[in-house]
């Protein structure tokens, strides 16, 4: 299985909206709203920030939305904070039952 | 609230067995509801799904891993575990635990190292 495709880094200023695409096949993204992102600052364990495409888990700013369209998924980061910097992944449920993730994207808030 | 806890060797000679178990505390892992997982990640590198497990004991691997690779769940201690054989260097990674089709919970990750 191939890795999704992820920009390596984007970066934006506080209080500015940056996006982050996910692009996958019609055997992943395409096919399945199973897409998760992850957020993992420095030195810790990923963190679960959007579930099945567009989800919040309980205790996530909704400064973080996600959505898909057609093999493409996007993590929205609106009004950007200094502790927003960190590494994102995405992840999707494949047809042959698996999990594939994303190369991750290095966000900088500048 | 629900934790995960990965323990094991940090340190595997080439060749041999990695031998890792997650220990689920705060919930039943017989829940049916869930799958567990085992995640990996080469220091300064990506996010690599290694497979899952439900309480049934159903897996599903990543087909690269997918002939060295066993998952078992024991029941009876809330535990799941990872075995990988004929280790190499580039296994060497931090592996990680976590709950779910959308790894809602994951355990703070342990460094296993490959080395002679």
């Known amino acids: 299985q191939s890795a999704l495709t992820q920009p390596p880094s984007v970066s934006g200023s506080p209080g500015q909206s940056v996006t982050i695409s996910c692009i996958g096949t019609s055997s992943d993204v395409g096919s399945y709203n199973r897409v998760s992102w992850y957020q993992q600052p420095p030195g810790t364990a990923p963190k679960l920030i959007i579930y099945?495409?567009?989800n919040r888990p309980s205790g996530v700013p909704d400064r973080f939305s996600g959505s898909k369209s057609g093999n493409t998924a996007s993590l929205i980061i609106s009004g950007l904070q200094a502790e927003d910097e960190a590494d994102y992944y995405c992840s999707s449920f494949t047809s042959s039952r698996t999990l594939v993730f994303g190369g991750g994207t290095k966000l900088t808030v500048l | 609230q629900v934790q995960l806890q990965e323990s094991g060797p940090g340190l595997v000679k080439p060749s041999q067995t990695l031998s890792l178990t997650c220990t689920v505390s705060?919930?039943?892992?017989?829940?049916?509801?869930?799958?567990w997982n085992w995640i990996r990640q080469p220091a300064g590198k990506g996010l690599e799904w290694i497979g899952r497990i439900y309480a049934s004991g159903s897996t599903n691997y990543n087909p690269s891993l997918k002939s060295r690779v066993t998952i078992l769940v024991d029941t009876s201690k809330n535990q799941f575990s990872l075995n990988l054989k004929s280790v190499t260097a580039a296994d060497t990674a931090v592996y990680y635990c976590?709950?779910?089709?959308?790894?809602?919970?994951w355990g703070q990750g342990t460094l296993v190292t490959v080395s002679s």
């Open positions: 099945e495409v567009s």
């Open positions: 705060g919930g039943s892992i017989s829940n049916g509801s869930y799958c």
């Open positions: 976590a709950r779910g089709v959308g790894l809602g919970y």
